[in-house]
C-alpha cells in the first residue's frame, strides 16, 4: 500500500519503514513534509539533498527532497520537504503590474522550481518592492492583496513536485466528517483577529484621506475592533474598506479532529462538509482545512485535523 523511494547519489533505495509514515500539509507559509523511520542498514545509503517520493494506494502523494537525518544506535529518522521550502529563500523584487500568479512564476522561474497548474489571479499589483523578506511573504503579500481588493482566496502548495495555485472555491471536496469517521475533538471561536471597523489611509503629496468602513452593531457587542490599512493612487479605498470589513468582522471559528478515517483527496486548503454535534454547538457546514497530518501505518490510514470556517 505505501510505495517509498528515495533517488540516492548511489542507486535507487526503498528503505523499510518502521511504525509509519506522515506526511503534514499547511494552508499558508509552510512547506509540506514527510518524516518516517528505517533500519539502520548499510544499503541505506542516501543522504541530506536526495530527491523523495512517496505513493500510497498507487497514488502520488508527496515528491521532494530529504533536508535532515537523525541516526541512533538502531533507527534513522528522516525528514523530506516539497518545493515550498525553496520559498524560505531572502531576496528583493521590485515589480510592477503584476499578478499575484505571475509573480509566482516569475520567482519559479528565477528560482528553477518546477510548475503546475497556476490559476490566474485576476487582480493586477500596481507596484511592489519586496527588500530583504522572503519568496514565501512576497507570494503572501500578493494573494492577500488579492484577497482584499477583489475577495477571492488562493491557495498555494506543491502537487507532486509541481508548484501549483488554485482558487480554494476549486479545492472543495464531497468528504462528509461526522461522528461515524471521528474519534476526538475540539472547537474554538475567537474575535482576537476579528475588526468591525476598517481605517484605510490614502497618503498623496499634499494630504492624508482617511475612509472608514464599520458595523456599528458588532461594535455595541464586541467594542471597537480596528483594522488599518494603506492604499496606492491606483486602489479603490472604498472597495478596500468594504472587503476588508467583509472578511474581518466575523468570529473565528478553529476546529480540531483526531483519528479521522485517512483520505488522500485532503490537503490544506481543501473543504468539505462537517456535520457533528458538540454540545452546545451543533456544526453542519463547510469547513476549510487549515492543516492536516496524515498517518500511514501497515493497512491503516488516519488524519489529524485543523479546520476553520468555510466563510
Excluded at 100 to 112: C, G, R
Amino acid at each position: 500500500m505505501c510505495e517509498l523511494v528515495i533517488f540516492a547519489q548511489k542507486g535507487v533505495v526503498s528503505p523499510a519503514i518502521v511504525d509509519r509514515i506522515e506526511w503534514t500539509t499547511e494552508r499558508v507559509g509552510v512547506a509540506g513534509k514527510l518524516t518516517f523511520k528505517t533500519i539502520f542498514d548499510e544499503n541505506n545509503t542516501f543522504e541530506e539533498g536526495d530527491v523523495i517520493q512517496f505513493k500510497y494506494n498507487n497514488t502520488p502523494i508527496f515528491k521532494g527532497v530529504i533536508f535532515s537525518i537523525k541516526r541512533d544506535k538502531d533507527l534513522i529518522s528522516v525528514t523530506a520537504y516539497d518545493q515550498l521550502r525553496y520559498l524560505k529563500n531572502i531576496d528583493v523584487y521590485d515589480y510592477r503590474n503584476k499578478r499575484a500568479s505571475e509573480v509566482i512564476k516569475m520567482l519559479a522561474n528565477d528560482f528553477n522550481l518546477n510548475l503546475g497548474e497556476i490559476e490566474d489571479t485576476k487582480f493586477i499589483i500596481p507596484k511592489r518592492l519586496e527588500d530583504g523578506v522572503s519568496l514565501f511573504d512576497i507570494i503572501l503579500t500578493a494573494l492577500d492583496l488579492t484577497l482584499q481588493n477583489i475577495k477571492e482566496l488562493y491557495v498555494l502548495y506543491d502537487d507532486f513536485g509541481k508548484l501549483s495555485l488554485k482558487n480554494i472555491k476549486n479545492m472543495e471536496t464531497d468528504i462528509l466528517i461526522d461522528e461515524t469517521n471521528s474519534e476526538n475533538f475540539s472547537y474554538k471561536t475567537s474575535i482576537d483577529n476579528s475588526a468591525n471597523q476598517i481605517k484605510i489611509v490614502k497618503s498623496t503629496d499634499s494630504k492624508r484621506e482617511i475612509y472608514i468602513e464599520k458595523d456599528s452593531s458588532s461594535i455595541n457587542r464586541w467594542g471597537v475592533l480596528q483594522h488599518y490599512d494603506t492604499v496606492n493612487d491606483k486602489e479603490n479605498p472604498i472597495m478596500k474598506a468594504q472587503s476588508l470589513l467583509k472578511i474581518y468582522n466575523r468570529k473565528q471559528k478553529n476546529f480540531t479532529i483526531k483519528n479521522v478515517i485517512g483520505n488522500t483527496k485532503v490537503r490544506a486548503g481543501s473543504s468539505f462538509f462537517v456535520k457533528l454535534n458538540l454540545g452546545d454547538i451543533d456544526i453542519k457546514n463547510k469547513m476549510i482545512v487549515e492543516k492536516v497530518k496524515h498517518i500511514f501505518k501497515f493497512q491503516e490510514h488516519t488524519m489529524e485535523l485543523t479546520l476553520k470556517g468555510r466563510d
